[in-house]
């Protein structure tokens, strides 16, 4: 009988990556960051969403200033526009600095309301830049994609996880989170917010989980909820499963009140 590596069928990589491995590689992105977040003691995160696109106020600009004198009126348009939006980067820093500073303020063992992101660009780095500039922890949820960054540099050592599997990247954005922020986003923002809120809507998700939405006035043009109202296809009390915040103040009072109320208790006070 041999006990050489090879002739065992985990040590198969031909096997591990066919069709007939992949609940293998379903199981290995469950444990594997179950193992993470527990020799790190991460308790449970609070989840920033929002548009890989975005840039800081300080890339935008300089973009913009050193922008070719030739260039056309539409490229010129969208520096501009880039610029316009790096705002809501700027604000998801902050916000993610203050949580951050927050939480660790907390009498807990535990690593408690960890600022987490997708683990890319834009607002994602963004909300891990604000949690490491709060010398916090910040913890990045990566996706492998043929076309986009991953893995920003402020993502905190050993809590960068890579996933090839959309639901399981999700499902560990969902299991640990006791709050969400949704700044502006695309298509991927926009998924990301709806299942959400078909979950808690659906009660498969039964924790209080407070939800920021961040610029009503982006979101309303967005989506047309009065149209859902008004067409009977969502509730008026659907309405309360989130909440709008326009500013980065309003938002950190809302989304601490929530967790205090939902989550924290005795010597925390």
Same mark, same amino acid.
């Given at each position: ?95 993610? &600095?203050?949580? /951050? ?40 949820? &990566?996706? /492998? ?44 923002? +926009? ?32 989506? &047309? ?15 309360? +499963? ?10 950190? &009072? ?16």
């Amino acid at each position: 009988m041999s006990n050489k590596k090879k002739d065992r069928f985990y040590y198969d990589s031909k096997l591990i990556s066919s069709p007939d491995g992949r609940v293998l590689r379903i199981l290995a992105e469950y444990f594997g960051p179950l193992q993470r977040f527990r020799r790190n003691k991460i308790a449970d995160t609070i989840v920033f969403f929002g548009s890989a696109r975005i840039k800081s106020h300080e890339d935008a600009q300089r973009t913009l200033k050193d922008a070719p004198k030739n260039i056309s009126k539409e490229n010129k348009a969208q520096l501009k526009r880039d610029l316009d939006m790096s705002r809501y980067y700027e604000d998801a820093r902050m916000l993610a &600095n203050k949580l /951050t500073k927050w939480s660790m303020r907390l009498k807990e063992k535990r690593r408690r309301f960890i600022i987490t992101s997708g683990g890319g660009p834009g607002i994602m780095e963004a909300a891990n830049r604000g949690a490491a500039e709060a010398n916090g922890i910040a913890i990045g949820l &990566n996706i /492998t994609l043929p076309f986009e960054q991953s893995g920003n540099k402020w993502i905190s050592k050993d809590l960068s996880l890579y996933f090839h599997y959309f639901f399981m990247r999700k499902f560990w954005f969902l299991y640990l989170a006791k709050a969400l922020v949704v700044f502006p986003g695309g298509f991927g923002t +926009l998924d990301e917010l709806m299942e959400l809120l078909t979950l808690i809507q659906t009660q498969k998700i039964r924790k209080k989980v407070p939800i920021v939405i961040y610029d009503s006035a982006f979101w309303k043009k967005a989506i &047309n909820f009065d149209h859902l109202i008004k067409a009977g296809t969502i509730s008026e009390e659907d309405m309360d +499963l989130f909440y709008f915040a326009d500013t980065i103040d309003d938002a950190y &009072n809302y989304l601490t009140k929530e967790i205090v109320k939902a989550h924290l208790q005795g010597k925390n006070f």
